[in-house]
């Protein structure tokens, strides 16, 4: 089979290369709104001007068109779909954006036709067809999306070959591909200054990553509209990662409930471990520099597009046919689509039940299930269908007669009016989905319930008369959070769902009338132009600092990122710095110890053989003064550092100093108290009690809480809540709680690896030897204030001249400090550069007398209490 020209071979993905497609035209003269039929190509449009407007790029699967093609002349005939959701939300964005659609079409559109219609679908109705070869799609849609993550995101695991396919590496290599291609189709008609793009659901999930590379500054937002399943499930998944770094790289992205959002933000904790905040409302997560906002808003309905089909001829005369239908009965409407997660045989076994337990339904009630077709195919839909039919047999030979007929299955499609129709007679409707993204049929429902003045008179009901619904909703659908008056039920408990339908029919009229009112205030205020609108909104608040910080791409293949930093933050370069270092003759280098020298995922803390050799040579410049000014105890640090005798340690965050290895430590003079270790210790042990895997530190200055061995999700919220309880049963304590990586602190306030730094510097310079060369490297958040504190002295200071500062952070990460390097190897490679560059000559002790005050014979006694 011949290959479409918009098909892509998975060879072009490693590479990243655009396909030879024929480039879409850059111009989008006007706006077809009615349907069409193209045949030929029109005249010349080259009169046609582009208007610079605000666009936004709508990328969905599927584009909002209906396609035939046309018996007689052979032409292929489009027209707008008006129930689509991608065509309804444009009613949210404002009259001066463009819109344009990138989509497949519900066609196969042959490869000598595929140009002329993409020129066409582009001027008549501003949408991009992505032309995929129909054996690449089928693998990508039915393959990747249908059988592999629709399952898991609706928490089934393919544990056996007979439930589920297992995960197949060609079908997600055609997922990938189809990705690709439509990046390819969004490059061909982007502005990427200026344009917006909205990436629609799970079928394109590593889009993202493909737009991110090529336009690092794009603006980009992503809807999912499934459900997110738990940590635990998604984890599952072989190309979890893939995904997950896929979807963030967009700016915003959407989920219809918080449950869905927490699931997503729990991934990404124990996946890539990243943390989120919340701050004013919008969650945020830090990913490289870049903050990926998530938003949590339902999808709702067209209001308009419901209230007109409401008043249609069709509508009015098949409402009237059913109510005539079933006068005298309990009408209970079932609408759902025939797949295995709309729970329909569950609800026809709670049916079942209801005529058992209640008899004088029987004759009375009846239940239509209109069942939509089947989006996907597979032997799991048609043993759900098989045991639908067999079920609704079974009650109707139960419970039914020659002229009674309780369950009433429609398994054939149906169109949009009609099921209007049956919506606004119905007296409850019942929505038992074990598990779904959003499901709009309850809202339909609540809208076709008002009702209109041409359905009241075709009904028969008065004009003014009070409207009333009643719902029965599954609590594993997103609907479900925003219909506070419906009824919700467990779908798997059938006895439940049962005693739920029972309630809904028995309800008093008042109460009914109240409910609906309740979600019909909802459900127009809170409709799709409404969704729409506030996503867009985000979405440009998301993006307004695109261009206030410098942004550039790491990473191969689909774990590609932006890193997105202040405009000054640079690498650091060994040529710049060692040639800064041979220049200067009094310099000054203080090194943090953990993830900075050494890796902070090493279980071995001691220094490599490596990294002691090169501090013994920079100690042993007479021109240097060389610190480790770490957290670590001063016991480990005098252990670990031993072999380097010129070597100087800051121990605690500064509280003990030491000049070299012949000096006595001296203790930073801070005026403190430390009878907030009786009040804080025991707080800590009663989190250590309950985090399994967390265990305290105490050093002589300070308490540590860690939590790096803990459960991720479980120990980030302990030390959330511990940091709450110590602040407040602290609060009048000289003390400052602080949250670090995998920690929580308390220490004195005041002390600060930011104040050891300033402390030696002032040594430096009252010993008449101000540095003319300052080096700070660290990794984490207690070194923001050492850079700070550096930065701040050097400024406000009277040193004879400034002198030149290289405050280094360790990773490519938002910081103070104006150079980076990218990891502990880097550093190591830094310092042999300065090490090869130093002077050998001898190097004495009394260069630089450094004290705090000599530790008096009670300070030496009682070594918490100064």
């Not at 989905?433 to 008179?457: F, H, K, T, W």
């Not at 012949?662 to 430390?674: A, C, G, I, Y």
Request: glycine share 6%; proline share 5%.
């Amino acid at each position: 089979m011949m290959m479409s020209r918009s098909s892509t071979s998975l060879l072009g993905l490693a590479t990243g290369d655009l396909l030879d497609f024929p480039q879409t035209p850059r111009s989008l003269p006007r706006l077809m709104t009615v349907p069409g039929m193209i045949t030929d190509l029109d005249g010349d449009r080259s009169n046609n001007a582009d208007v610079c407007r605000e666009r936004m790029i709508i990328v969905a699967n599927m584009l909002p068109l209906h396609a035939h093609k046309d018996v007689e002349n052979g032409g292929w005939c489009f027209s707008l779909d008006e129930d689509s959701l991608r065509l309804q939300m444009k009613d949210g964005l404002s009259s001066e954006t463009d819109v344009i659609y990138v989509g497949s079409l519900p066609v196969d559109i042959g490869i000598s036709e595929q140009e002329e219609v993409a020129q066409r679908l582009l001027e008549y109705f501003n949408c991009v067809p992505t032309f995929i070869a129909p054996d690449i799609y089928k693998r990508f849609y039915h393959g990747f999306c249908k059988q592999q993550l629709w399952p898991l995101f609706h928490y089934m695991l393919p544990i056996s070959a007979e439930h589920g396919d297992r995960f197949n590496r060609s079908l997600w290599q055609a997922y990938v591909s189809v990705n690709k291609i439509f990046a390819d189709k969004v490059v061909e008609v982007i502005n990427p200054e200026g344009d917006s793009v909205w990436i629609h659901d799970y079928h394109l999930m590593v889009l993202p990553t493909f737009l991110r590379k090529r336009f690092n500054r794009i603006k980009l937002g992503f809807f999912h509209h499934s459900p997110f399943p738990s940590s635990e499930i998604y984890r599952t998944l072989p190309v979890r990662e893939e995904i997950i770094k896929g979807l963030l790289n967009c700016d915003l992205i959407g989920f219809h409930t918080f449950d869905y959002a927490r699931h997503f933000l729990s991934s990404c904790s124990r996946l890539l471990g990243l943390d989120y905040e919340s701050k004013r409302g919008y969650i945020g997560i830090d990913y490289f520099g870049r903050t990926v906002y998530i938003k949590i808003l339902p999808v709702g309905v067209h209001m308009g597009r419901l209230e007109s089909i409401l008043s249609l001829p069709s509508t009015l005369n098949k409402a009237k046919e059913i109510k005539e239908k079933f006068k005298g009965k309990l009408l209970v409407l079932g609408v759902d689509d025939m797949d295995i997660f709309k729970g329909i045989s569950l609800k026809l076994l709670a049916l079942e039940q209801l005529f058992q337990q209640n008899c004088e339904f029987q004759g009375k009630l009846v239940l239509v299930q209109i069942m939509n077709p089947a989006r996907t195919v597979g032997k799991d839909v048609e043993e759900a269908k098989r045991e639908t039919h067999l079920i609704a047999k079974r009650i109707n030979k139960i419970y039914g007669s020659a002229v009674y007929t309780p369950v009433i299955l429609i398994d054939q499609p149906v169109p949009l009016y009609e099921k209007i129709a049956y919506y606004s007679v119905a007296d409850c409707c019942v929505v038992n989905a074990v598990r779904d993204g959003m499901n709009l049929v309850p809202y339909n429902y609540i809208v076709c319930r008002q009702g209109s003045p041409a359905l009241d008179e075709a009904t028969g009901i008065s004009a003014g008369s009070s409207r009333a619904s009643m719902l029965v909703v599954s609590e594993f659908i997103g609907c479900s959070p925003s219909l506070s008056g419906a009824i919700r039920i467990n779908p798997w408990d059938v006895d439940a769902v049962a005693d739920a339908i029972n309630l809904a029919i028995k309800t008093p009229a008042a109460e009914k009338q109240l409910r609906h009112e309740k979600h019909y205030k909802y459900v127009s205020s809170h409709d799709v132009a409404y969704w729409a609108r506030s996503f867009v909104q985000d979405l440009k608040k998301a993006c307004k600092d695109h261009y206030n910080k410098r942004c550039w791409g790491i990473g191969f293949g689909l774990g590609f990122k932006v890193v997105a930093l202040s405009p000054s933050f640079r690498r650091l370069s060994s040529n710049h710095i060692v040639s800064s270092y041979e220049r200067c003759s009094r310099r000054a280098i203080f090194l943090d110890h953990d993830g900075t020298i050494v890796p902070e995922s090493s279980i071995i803390k001691t220094p490599s053989p490596e990294v002691i050799s090169i501090l013994s040579t920079l100690c042993s410049d007479p021109k240097n003064t060389v610190f480790i000014v770490s957290g670590r105890g001063r016991n480990s640090l005098s252990e670990w550092f031993a072999p380097c005798e010129m070597l100087g340690l800051a121990a605690e965050h500064g509280y003990f100093i030491r000049w070299d290895k012949t000096s006595d430590w001296e203790r930073t003079p801070l005026l403190v108290d430390f009878d907030w270790r009786r009040v804080a210790e025991p707080v800590m042990k009663l989190y250590t009690e309950t985090t399994d895997g967390s265990y305290i530190e105490a050093k002589e200055s300070a308490l540590v809480w860690h939590h790096q061995d803990a459960d991720p999700d479980f120990g980030s919220s302990q030390a959330k809540e511990l940091l709450d309880h110590l602040e407040n049963v602290l609060a009048n304590e000289p003390v400052v709680v602080k949250r670090g990586q995998n920690i929580v602190e308390v220490k004195p306030q005041g002390l600060s690896k930011g104040l050891a730094a300033e402390k030696l510097l002032s040594t430096m310079v009252s010993s008449g030897k101000p540095p003319d060369f300052v080096m700070c490297i660290g990794d984490d958040r207690s070194d923001e204030d050492m850079f700070e504190r550096i930065l701040s002295f050097v400024s406000g200071s009277s040193l004879p001249a400034v002198p030149e500062i290289f405050a280094c952070t360790v990773g490519r990460k938002p910081s103070k400090a104006k150079y980076y390097l990218d990891d502990t190897v880097d550093v190591v490679k830094m310092l042999q550069g300065l090490a090869s560059a130093s002077d050998l000559k001898p190097k004495h002790t009394s260069d630089i007398q450094f004290s705090f005050g000599n530790l008096t014979d009670m300070e030496k006694e009682y070594p918490f209490v100064l």
